[in-house]
């Protein structure tokens, strides 16, 4: 298995420009998520999914999107990027929704918005 | 509303030292608490969690955490520190959300750094 895998792993952006990261899992688990890491700030949750045609936003959403039409994929789309979204961004999917289960985290993407 | 307080953005021991991060959450129902380790570049992994079971949980690499539900604590210690072990070090504890009960709720995080 290769776990969750995120691309691209580096991206610079400037403001207004908007770009998709990607993010898939191949352990067919039902719960996937999102979260931006600032220094200082632990792990903020942006969106998360508990299945495919079903997402639902966490602490940070505003200026994201998501969707989720296979269990594999679940891509997060910046619509307008601003430099507060200067952070570093992973994926993470969870064999259940039960909150007993880990998660398992993606290597991250770090962005760059000039 | 749960959250999460880690004592300590930095902490420093020696190889061979003992080591405590230290965690205390607030949580209206009884929580699940969870440590993840993050080595430099890498997504996080998990340590360790307790759901109920034994209060004395043992994790990965010689990690152990005790749950103390009248301190509200979910200290990480392990006995003899490692250079290994140089890592960022995250608490959490799980919240229920409107489609399961499962939402993370993440401490500001723990450098651990060792000396040799």
């Known amino acids: 298995n290769a776990g969750v895998t995120q691309t691209p792993k580096f991206q610079v952006l400037k403001t207004g420009q908007s770009m998709t990261l990607q993010c898939a899992q191949d352990m067919n688990h039902e719960y996937m998520s999102w979260y931006r890491q600032d220094p200082g700030m632990g792990l903020r949750l942006i969106h998360y999914?508990?299945?495919?045609?079903?997402?639902d936003q966490g602490e940070v959403p505003n200026g994201y999107n998501v969707s989720r039409s296979t269990t594999e994929d679940f891509p997060l789309r910046l619509l307008s990027a601003a430099p507060s979204q200067t952070s570093v961004y992973f994926c993470?999917?969870?064999?259940?929704?039960?909150?007993?289960?880990?998660?398992?985290f993606g290597p991250g993407t770090r962005l760059t918005v000039t | 509303a749960q959250s999460v307080t880690q004592l300590g953005s930095h902490v420093s021991v020696s190889e061979g030292a003992l080591v405590l991060l230290r965690c205390n959450y607030s949580s209206s129902v009884p929580p699940y608490l969870f440590w993840y380790v993050q080595y430099p570049n890498q997504g996080l992994q998990l340590l360790l969690k307790y759901t109920s079971a034994a209060t004395l949980v043992k994790g990965i690499n010689g990690f152990e955490a005790e749950f103390k539900k009248s301190e509200t604590s979910f200290h990480l210690t392990k006995p003899s520190a490692h250079m290994s072990d140089a890592a960022e070090y995250f608490c959490a504890v799980s919240k229920p959300t409107l489609y399961s009960n499962y939402q993370l709720i993440w401490g500001a995080g723990t450098k651990l750094i060792i000396k040799p």
């Open positions: 999914s508990v299945g495919a045609g079903i997402t």
């Open positions: 993470a999917s969870s064999y259940s929704t039960a909150s007993s289960y880990e998660q398992y």
